[in-house]
């Protein structure tokens, strides 16, 4: 019977074994390198390499030649997990002059923890190094580096600052840090002194994650969110506006509406949403195509309509999915008429109409424009309909297009569909690949 993976006898086995390979690949030992590499791209090293590298320090081995071992692994390693054991083998054996590269590797996010450790080891000080890889790295690294420091008793002020201007903002979710950063950096004490730009931008930041909510604790966790809510909105009445301050005066009042208790806090949103000051900031980048997707929310908060800006912008990228999102959810039916007839002229529908495919994503070069197609049809209707735009979806390549298709079909009697999208589902029923959406377009065909 094989040992779990976790079993301590087991790791302890695997680690001395780990270990004795190590020695050998860093004296020289060609054979056993080879057999580190591929003992390293075995499932669960890591639960073994701790104690693999505890081995070598009680065995005395030399940390110059594991040193070197671990470099060369960096420089020629091809997969994933033999590329680790080298950064911790640097991390445990190596010297200052290999800081940059591990830095270099923490900016990618399957590598950032075990290069924050071995930053951490060479170091000797792991809040610098994670504070290294919360400013190297953007994503998942930067969630596990920014836990990392909130974990640290007593965390140093400047490690603090830091983490209420910069430490939330990640590219997976700032809600996973918001809580972790308004808690570790002190954010109500912070706002109760002197609210530079950076401090005010990093706090709605903040804010704005813990009253959206998500993954990790919110405002409701947080017991000064309230206080610290209204905080932020008063500093944002009295600076110029920006798109992360009044997206978070958006945010604020949409969670404070919901609560009696907060009715000051969403009056007080309200009438810094209707200054004429944040009025004139958002519609001049309406009028900027790489700003006014960022600031339609904000625009629709303080009764502007963003609609016919975003149609100016489309007429310059016709194939923009993102634009189209946000134009095909109008409520206005001679705006949607407008659209749709804009997309049949528009858009490839012959090359996006390729036939039925088991794929999830559209083929190379037609992924805007599919994307755009598959927003159209999510929104089709009763009254908002178009037939060249729905037979070139039953016929795409992508299967939730298909699956989007079919279902605006049932949504509609059959006999307001058109030939052409008849025409075009009586083709699925017999090309279409993936069985339960064929059972789904017979299943239409015969209404």
């Known amino acids: ?72 692994m960096l420089r020629e390693a091809e997969h994933r997990e033999p590329l680790k054991l080298a950064v911790a083998l640097v991390g445990r054996a ?41 400013c190297l790295a953007t994503g998942w690294g930067k969630v596990e580096a920014v836990a990392r420091l909130a974990a640290v008793p ?12 910069h430490g ?34 990093g706090a709605c930041t903040i804010v704005r994650a813990l009253v959206n909510g998500g993954p990790a604790e919110d405002i409701g966790d947080y017991e000064p969110g309230p206080r610290v809510a209204a905080a932020v909105v008063e500093l944002v009445a009295e600076r110029p506006p920006s798109l992360v301050r009044l997206g978070a005066v958006v945010d604020i009042r949409r969670w404070a509406e919901d609560f009696e208790e907060h009715v000051a806090i969403a009056e007080r949103c309200g009438r810094v949403l209707d200054r004429a000051e944040g009025h004139a900031f958002v519609v001049e980048r309406l009028a900027r195509p790489d700003e006014m997707l960022e600031v339609w929310s904000i625009a629709e908060a303080m009764g502007l309509d963003p609609w016919e800006a975003g149609w100016a912008h489309l007429q310059s990228a016709p194939a923009d999915s993102h634009l189209y999102h946000r134009l095909a959810r109008t409520p206005v039916p001679a705006r949607w008429a407008r659209l749709v007839t804009f997309a049949e002229r528009s858009l490839p529908l012959d090359e996006l109409a390729s036939g039925p495919e088991d794929r999830l994503f559209a083929p190379d070069g037609q992924r805007e424009a599919a994307l755009a197609l598959a927003a159209l049809v999510q929104e089709m209707r009763h009254g908002r309909w178009s037939a060249p735009l729905l037979a070139a979806a039953l016929l795409s390549p992508v299967i939730s297009t298909r699956n989007a298709a079919l279902h605006a079909l049932a949504s509609v009697p059959a006999d307001m569909w058109g030939a052409a999208v008849r025409s075009a589902l ?22």
């Open 1 to 72: 019977m094989t040992a779990r993976a976790g079993d301590p006898a087991r790791e302890l086995a695997r680690g001395a074994a780990l270990a004795g390979l190590i020695e050998r690949a860093a004296n020289g030992d060609e054979a056993a390198r080879g057999a580190l590499y591929e003992a390293a791209r075995g499932e669960g090293i890591v639960l073994a390499l701790d104690e693999a590298l505890d081995a070598l320090a009680r065995a005395s081995v030399g940390t110059g030649p594991v040193a070197e071992l671990g470099r060369r």
């Open 94 to 134: 190596g010297g200052r002059d290999d800081i940059p590269l591990l830095e270099t590797l923490a900016r990618h996010d399957e590598f950032s923890v075990v290069a924050g450790a071995a930053l951490a080891s060479l170091l000797d000080d792991p809040v610098q190094a994670w504070w290294r890889v919360g």
């Open 154 to 165: 007593d965390l140093p002020a400047d490690a603090c600052a830091w983490m209420l201007r």
């Open 168 to 201: 939330c903002e990640n590219d997976v979710m700032p809600e996973y840090l918001a809580y972790a950063c308004a808690m570790a950096g002190g954010l109500e004490t912070a706002l109760e002194g002197l609210v530079d730009d950076e401090l005010l931008d």
């Open 426 to 447: 009586r083709r699925l029923a017999i090309e279409e690949p993936v069985e339960d959406v064929r059972v789904r377009a017979r299943e239409q065909l015969a209404r």
